[in-house]
């Protein structure tokens, strides 16, 4: 998790970059507005799909044929789903293009009400759609490669797309506009097909190494596909529910102000990092273990590993939702307050950030959970949670938005309480199937963390009250300086003070950070 927590929080912050280069040279108005619409289809689609419901129906299979069957059997079953990816996917891609339209006609309807807004999102569209191919493909190779204990290359292979995309997309968008104006998106939306091209290149001599030699196989009537596809049923809806919250959030952003899309992109951009870093880190671990202890019938190793990864993510993600809500002004300002956008946008964004981070905790804790219970073939359940909470989103969107006169703030709210709802119905749920979660210590571990946040919160609030009659006039050095130290003390008043509490997840990190140093 530690390997795999660094290659994510490089591939995150060169996401953040990226972003803040898209902000400073287009601001947050009209047309990066289209560009997040416009991406957000095929980007969807890849969470929904590929790393989504293909990536843990296809390590949990994959797992348990090398546990039960070994290697040269795994290896035929790769090329076999590898060859029903490209086929499947390249046609997905191709319906794309040919329905963007359509889509944007249903995502973001607000959009025709802007003189070529619309028009703009749907030529973008058309253009990203590739992506999609390219990403499934790349989360094949991830999958092999965890499932065979190698964590760091594909983690970092993220980190490759955004580099081919900054690169790519600002160079490509310097030529067709050096001024940055519209065309220049069209740079952008050729950038991230670029991207996706490197995340699966970078990828493929690792898959050499560890025996991997691809052959197309259309043999697709084979028991191990036959699995896979069973298991990513279930697995596409449950994560076709979370799309779904999200374009409705798309829907019900297009209608309000220019901006109000950008805004949330980017304060939902900077809640993923903590999210990447912590609890998919850790996720993208447990899935492996948890499958191959389900697959050998041992029970008690399967909830222990769970129970552990829980308490994990939250031990690290806790910490960072405060440090999101206390200093979101200072960490949006620093990190795109440049350019074209502007303070007013700042602000805006930073009141997104806000309630996002409400729900990181369950966001991470969901990361862990939801793909356990296909390991153990409880593939309809969280299928079953998913769709309940489009019901419970669409009605706080309704609520926070529109009733309450919340605006984008409403949507972010909303969400941070999907979060919430959907971790506990699954930790109910796992609890009555293994009937051993180990409540008794996350609660412990719950308790003695209060102080450590205090702590941690005090810090934060007494950092940000000084520098705010001056920050406005402050030069960026200063200002990063700054938001750097505050971070720094409050990280060091919260394990600190943990540590001194005997918490055993702050002795297991503690102990890895040593054993590194050492070496």
């Keep these: 998790a530690g390997i795999v927590g660094l290659a994510v929080m490089c591939s995150r912050i060169l996401g953040l970059l990226r972003e803040l280069i898209f902000a400073a040279l287009f601001g947050a108005g ?35 044929k090398i546990e039960t069957e070994g290697d040269a059997s795994a290896w035929k079953l790769a090329s076999k789903f590898a060859t029903l990816t490209a086929v499947f996917m390249s046609g997905v891609a191709l319906l794309g293009v040919l329905l963007a339209p359509v889509l944007v006609r249903i995502f973001a309807p607000g959009f025709f009400n802007v003189p070529g807004k619309a028009e703009l999102t749907i030529e973008l569209a058309r ?34 797309f955004n580099i081919g995309s900054i690169l790519g997309g600002v160079a490509l968008g310097w030529w067709l506009d050096p001024s940055f104006g519209e065309r220049a998106l069209v740079g952008l939306a050729l950038g991230t097909l ?20 691809f052959r197309p196989d259309f043999a697709w009537r084979d028991k191990g596909v036959r699995n896979i596809l069973l298991l990513m049923g279930p697995a596409i809806l449950a994560a076709s529910s979370v799309q779904v919250n999200v374009m409705i959030n798309t829907m019900f952003a297009s209608t309000l102000e ?114 356990a219970f296909y390991a153990i073939d409880r593939r309809k359940t969280p299928m079953v949670v998913s769709f309940c909470e489009i019901a419970v989103n669409l009605l706080l969107n309704w609520l926070f938005t529109f009733r309450l006169g919340m605006g984008h703030k409403g949507l972010a709210l909303a969400t941070g ?45 007494a950092a940000r009250a000084w520098p705010l009659a001056a920050w406005a006039t402050m030069p960026f050095i200063p200002k990063l300086a700054w938001l750097f130290g505050a971070i720094a003390a409050g990280v060091a008043a919260f394990f600190g003070s943990a540590a001194l509490f005997r918490i055993e997840e702050i002795d297991d990190v503690l102990g890895m950070v040593k054993r590194k140093l050492r070496r």
Aim: charged share 10%; proline share 4%; with cysteine.
């Design 194 to 213: 670029i991207g996706g091209a490197m995340q699966l290149a970078v990828q493929l001599p690792s898959l050499h190494r560890i025996g991997f030699r």
């Design 417 to 461: 309480c999907v979060a919430l709802t959907n971790f506990a119905a699954l930790y109910v749920l796992m609890h009555r199937q293994t009937k051993r979660l180990e409540t008794r210590a996350l609660v412990t571990l719950l308790a003695r963390l209060a102080v450590p946040c205090a702590l941690l919160a005090g810090i934060c609030l």
């Design 258 to 371: 220019d901006g109000a899309v950008t805004w949330l992109q980017f304060a939902f951009r900077l809640m993923q990092l903590p999210l990447g870093i912590f609890g998919v880190a850790i996720a993208t671990v447990t899935l492996p273990l948890v499958a191959r202890s389900a697959a050998a019938g041992n029970t008690a190793e399967f909830s222990a590993i769970l129970a552990r990864g829980l308490r994990l993510a939250f031990l690290l993600t806790i910490p960072s939702t405060i440090g999101l809500i206390l200093l979101a002004e200072p960490i949006i300002s620093v990190i795109y307050e440049r350019g074209k956008f502007t303070a007013f946008e700042t602000a805006q964004t930073a009141e997104a950030l806000r309630f996002y981070a409400l729900g990181l905790a369950a966001y991470a804790g969901t990361k862990v959970l939801g793909p």
């Design 30 to 64: 009209k047309s990066m507005d289209a560009f997040v619409v416009a991406f957000r289809t095929p980007n969807l689609l890849r969470d929904m799909f590929a790393e989504g419901a293909l990536s843990t129906a296809f390590v949990t299979t994959f797992s348990k």
């Design 127 to 160: 253009i990203m759609y590739p992506f999609i191919l390219l990403v499934s493909l790349a989360a094949l190779a991830m999958g092999m490669l965890n499932s065979k204990n190698r964590f760091g290359v594909p983690a970092m292979a993220s980190s490759f």
